[in-house]
């Protein structure tokens, strides 16, 4: 959410597009032994509807340009490769996910793979929306 508030911030800022992505993760349907599309048609119904949310609110705030993309397969590199290529993207920003080191080592941080592999620059929102750090305050 946060995430997303900045981004609204930066694209009115700019007068640019805001891209909306959610990539459903494909491995997860992997171990589902009756898969039958059922459960990928739901989540994309879910995510097309969360990102129709997202995309109303920023329309409302003022942005012109509002893109949605609801991508299947790995979010690491859909949201570093494919994603950035196709909407000509040159901000990403992501929310830290929080996750502990062991975590991070079996699954690998989506956040850490996009700064590494994104053709453009990376911003991880780490703070709340006045970015006050507590430095100097009492």
Same mark, same amino acid.
């Given at each position: 959410?946060?995430?997303?508030?900045?981004?609204?911030?930066?694209?009115?800022?700019?007068? /640019?597009?805001?891209?909306?992505?959610?990539?459903?993760?494909?491995?997860?349907?992997?171990?589902?032994?009756?898969?039958?599309?059922?459960?990928?048609?739901?989540?994309?119904?879910?995510?097309?509807?969360?990102?129709?949310?997202?995309?109303?609110?920023?329309?409302?705030?003022?942005?012109?340009?509002?893109?949605?993309?609801?991508?299947?397969?790995?979010?690491?590199?859909?949201?570093?490769?494919?994603?950035?290529?196709?909407?000509?993207?040159?901000?990403?920003?992501? /929310?830290?996910?929080?996750?502990?080191?062991?975590?991070?080592?079996?699954? /690998?941080?989506?956040?850490?793979?996009?700064?590494?592999?994104?053709?453009?620059?990376?911003?991880?929102?780490?703070?709340?929306?006045?970015?006050?750090?507590?430095?100097?305050?009492?």
């Amino acid at each position: 959410e946060v995430a997303f508030q900045k981004a609204v911030n930066v694209a009115l800022r700019n007068e /640019g597009k805001l891209v909306l992505a959610h990539v459903i993760d494909t491995r997860a349907f992997q171990t589902v032994a009756s898969f039958d599309g059922t459960l990928a048609e739901q989540a994309q119904e879910l995510a097309q509807q969360t990102l129709n949310d997202y995309k109303n609110q920023a329309l409302e705030m003022g942005v012109s340009e509002v893109v949605t993309v609801v991508e299947y397969g790995s979010p690491k590199s859909v949201l570093a490769r494919q994603i950035p290529v196709e909407q000509q993207v040159d901000l990403i920003m992501l /929310g830290a996910t929080g996750l502990n080191a062991i975590e991070r080592l079996l699954v /690998g941080s989506v956040s850490e793979y996009v700064i590494r592999h994104a053709p453009c620059d990376v911003l991880i929102v780490r703070t709340e929306l006045d970015n006050v750090t507590g430095i100097g305050k009492k």
